[in-house]
């Protein structure tokens, strides 16, 4: 096989502004939503936990443990979200797979506020629940894929990590949304209200954001760029990928966004109720924490992207998984630190948020990069959803449930940094070079 020539970066076709702003836009909005809701489930998982997996007299951290469990359960569907949304969108179009995708989203997660909790039907409750989420599972495979490969396909030329810097981008505006929720229903609230009834209206509230969502998505052109050679049988001279170079290139997008995944759901979304169950930190103390790793997530993506646009997505993104290394248990101790300051602890969450950042910012495009266009969808998402079923998706209970069982508070940093350094050396697989090339 002939090694692919460096050559200009470019579009796969002729992208006009409007359009290429239009694609940043609709495949933005959706990933805000899904991670919103996942957010939200994380943030509300002591509450979920106690509605849904605890019946009268059982044990809090065995219905957290079950919560924690049903959320993983989504995360290992992902990939067949991937698989099966990921051909869809290679095949058909990218438009009609983010319009199934977001229908999908929505509907379940708004469900998931209706829903019955143990006290009303018994254990016919966390099964139900369960189902949605496997649902949101499947809907949040198909849409990393479909949005990543809309925003760098048509992004500019010399732009695809800062066009798919806004993927991650809306991870953290998703994460931070989800919080602020959480946060004014925990201040205006009573306890006995937030458990009550309060915890439903966060996912009630994706239904507008849901419409909003799909109404963006159904202005994409109908025959997006990518279309134009998607259909048909290959050009002379472009052969069809062979099977076996996708799935090796699906396992090393695995171990390059390994530590991505873990240490960002860790800082990120496991927390709060880290805090809460093993540190004894007040639920709005907890939550207010999140903000700031968020809002360091939320800093450094954007301009990591543009970084990695310049210097390539190599050098930013190993620097993240080693800072994360590195500094993940020293930043987890200050936190950990009763007789630490406040604006110490808060430095120390930010900081960590802004170390993922610097591997999340070109995340995106270096995944897009690894794949051509025809199995693109595909290939991509299954490489981000495999990493996160195992690793984002299974933080919370690992961490919950090895912090139980050995007493030591440290596991979220050892979690973090050993992920992080296992990708870090996949990482360095990574050519130079790549963000020069054109995409295959």
């Not at 990939?79 to 509907?107: E, H, I, K, Q």
Request: hydrophobic share 50%; charged share 15%.
């Amino acid at each position: 096989m002939s090694t692919p020539v460096p050559g200009p970066v470019r579009p796969s076709a002729t992208v006009r502004p409007d359009d290429a702003r239009r694609a940043l836009v609709a495949g933005s909005v959706g990933n805000f939503i899904e991670w919103y809701e996942f957010g939200i489930y994380g943030y509300f998982a002591t509450v979920i936990a106690a509605q849904f997996f605890t019946p009268a007299g059982g044990s809090e951290v065995e219905g957290l443990v079950k919560a924690y469990a049903s959320f993983a359960l989504a995360f290992f569907f992902r990939p067949v979200g991937a698989a099966v949304f990921g051909r869809f969108g290679d095949r058909v179009g990218r438009r009609p797979a983010l319009v199934l995708v977001v229908c999908l989203m929505t509907g379940a997660t708004a469900t998931i506020g209706l829903l019955p909790t143990y006290a009303s039907i018994g254990a016919a409750a966390p099964w139900l629940l369960t189902l949605l989420r496997i649902l949101q599972g499947l809907s949040a495979g198909g849409e990393f894929g479909g949005a990543v490969s809309v925003m760098t396909e048509c992004a500019p030329p010399g732009r695809r990590g800062r066009y798919g810097a806004w993927q991650s981008f809306t991870v953290a505006l998703g994460l931070l949304a989800g919080a602020a929720v959480a946060v004014v229903l925990a201040s205006v609230l009573t306890t006995s209200q937030l458990h009550a009834w309060g915890w439903r209206v966060p996912f009630l509230l994706t239904l507008p954001l849901g419409l909003l969502a799909l109404r963006l998505r159904l202005r994409l052109p109908a025959e997006e760029p990518p279309a134009r050679v998607l259909v048909g049988p290959p050009a002379p001279g472009r052969p069809r990928p062979r099977s076996g170079e996708t799935a090796r290139a699906v396992v090393l997008g695995v171990g390059r966004v390994m530590g991505w995944s873990a240490a960002g759901y860790t800082f990120l979304v496991v927390l709060p109720s880290y805090l809460q169950s093993t540190l004894g930190t007040t639920f709005q103390r907890a939550l207010l924490g999140t903000v700031l790793a968020n809002l360091g997530f939320a800093a450094s993506i954007l301009p990591a992207g543009r970084l990695s646009d310049r210097i390539g997505r190599r050098a930013v993104m190993v620097a993240g998984a080693l800072l994360v290394a590195v500094l993940a248990l020293p930043l987890l101790h200050l936190v950990q630190d009763p007789d630490g300051p406040a604006y110490v602890k808060g430095a120390a969450l930010f900081a960590a948020g802004a170390c993922v950042g610097l591997m999340a910012g070109p995340g995106p495009a270096m995944l897009a990069e690894m794949f051509p266009t025809r199995v693109r969808c595909t290939g991509l998402g299954l490489a981000y959803a495999l990493s996160n079923a195992v690793f984002s998706g299974s933080a919370g209970l690992i961490i919950t449930e090895v912090v139980a069982r050995t007493g030591n508070v440290d596991v979220p940093g050892y979690y973090a940094a050993t992920t992080c350094a296992v990708s870090a050396v996949a990482l360095l697989t990574l050519r130079g070079d790549d963000h020069e090339r054109a995409l295959r």
